[in-house]
């Protein structure tokens, strides 16, 4: 399972090559800094060339990224709220999806990187 991110119905990375940490997803709800929201599917960030965060500012009510790795660079702009809301409903339909599959499918399901594990478990 790798979850794939979209701003204004548009992904920010191609997803068969890129992964979300949500680690450092959740961890910007709250703290301005740089962040490797985009990664290797193996949780490193250099393994796929990325070698700079994701700077992530918080200044009134509003959460703006600046995205320089990988090109093409790109900023976006968050209502906090709904910033906030976004990543916590993700968080929610991921642990919905892998109920509903472990119902119908005795099979592991691979959750990339690894440490998104914790995030969605079911547990």
């Not at 910007?28 to 393994?47: A, D, H, K, R």
Request: with cysteine.
């Amino acid at each position: 399972m790798v979850v794939e991110l979209l701003v204004d119905g548009q992904l920010i990375a191609d997803f068969g090559y890129y992964a979300t940490d949500f680690k450092e997803l959740f961890n910007s709800i709250s703290e301005s800094g740089s962040y490797f929201i985009l990664t290797c599917w193996c949780g490193q960030p250099e393994c796929v060339g990325i070698h700079k965060g994701i700077e992530v500012k918080h200044e009134k009510n509003k959460v703006y990224w600046n995205i320089t790795m990988p090109e093409p660079s790109r900023r976006y702009a968050f209502n906090q709220e709904q910033y906030t809301k976004a990543i916590e409903s993700c968080i929610t339909q991921g642990k919905k999806t892998l109920k509903k599959k472990q119902q119908y499918d005795t099979n592991p399901t691979e959750i990339t990187p690894d440490r998104n594990k914790p995030f969605f478990s079911l547990e």
